[in-house]
C-alpha cells in the first residue's frame, strides 16, 4: 500500500503473515516500494515464483504515491500471471481499527464497542479522504474528498487516519491507526469476506495536478 506517507509490504501464508515492512516516508514511495517487497520476500524465505497472488491498496489518495503501489501490484501480478485484488486503503485502516482481521495491527481494535467511526487521510489542499463505517465496521458513505469540517456528524464520532491528527477540532476522539498497513490488507484479502475486493485501479477522486500541455500558442510577428 502506497496510498498514504506510509509504505508497507507483507507476506501472508494464508494463516499468518510471515514477513513485513513498514515505513513513513511521503516523498520516496518509488524507491522503497521494490526493495522493500524483495526484502519481505527474502526474510521469509520464498522467491517471486511462489506467490499466487498480489494484494493493493487502491486509495484514495494524492496521485504520484497512490500509482507506485498500483502499478508495481499490476506489472507483479501481468509477470507472473497472478491474480491481483484492490481493497481502499481506508477499508484496510477502518479493519486494522476495529481488530479485524485478528493479529491486523499492533494498534488494532481502538475504535469502543457498539459506536461507528470515521476514517480520514490526508487529502492536502486542506481537505481529506474519508470514509463513514457501522458498529460492524462496514463502510456506509463514502470514499469521498472534502473539507474535515463540512463531514456531516464527524464531531461526534471517533476517528481512524491521519486527517483525524490533522484536524481534530473537526472530530471526536482520534484513534489509530493513522495509515494503512499491508498485514491488515493481506488479511481482508485472504479472508475474503470481511472487505470488498476491487479491481486494481486507483481510487483518486479528483483529477491529479499535472496536465498534459495544450497545443503551443500562436505567435503573431511583430
Not at 101 to 106: A, I, M, N, V
Amino acid at each position: 500500500d502506497t496510498a498514504t506517507p506510509a509504505v508497507s509490504a507483507a507476506l501472508h501464508d494464508g494463516e499468518r503473515v510471515i514477513a513485513e515492512a513498514f515505513a513513513v516516508d511521503a516523498r520516496r514511495h518509488g524507491e522503497l516500494l521494490a526493495p522493500m517487497i524483495a526484502n519481505v520476500l527474502a526474510d521469509a524465505g520464498v522467491a517471486r515464483e511462489d506467490l499466487t497472488a498480489v494484494a493493493v491498496g487502491v486509495g484514495p489518495g494524492p496521485y504520484t504515491g497512490l500509482r507506485v503501489g498500483v502499478v508495481t501490484a499490476r506489472v507483479l501480478g501481468s509477470v507472473l500471471g497472478l491474480p491481483v485484488y484492490g481493497v481502499c486503503s481506508l477499508d484496510v485502516i477502518a479493519a486494522a481499527a476495529r481488530g479485524r482481521p485478528e493479529g491486523s495491527s499492533p494498534q488494532a481494535g481502538t475504535v469502543p464497542p457498539g459506536r461507528g467511526f470515521l476514517v480520514a487521510t490526508d487529502a492536502r489542499r486542506k481537505e481529506v479522504y474519508w470514509a463513514r463505517y457501522d458498529v460492524a465496521g462496514r463502510r456506509i458513505e463514502g470514499p469521498q474528498v472534502g473539507p474535515a469540517s463540512a463531514i456531516a456528524g464527524a464531531a461526534d464520532l471517533d476517528v481512524a487516519g491521519a486527517g483525524g491528527q490533522l484536524y481534530p477540532e473537526a472530530f471526536g476522539a482520534v484513534i489509530a491507526p493513522a495509515y494503512p498497513d499491508a498485514r491488515t490488507l493481506c488479511g481482508l484479502v485472504v479472508l475474503r469476506s470481511q472487505a470488498e475486493l476491487l479491481p486494481p485501479e486507483p481510487l483518486y477522486l479528483r483529477r491529479p495536478d499535472a496536465r498534459e500541455p495544450g497545443p503551443p500558442k500562436r505567435v503573431t510577428p511583430v
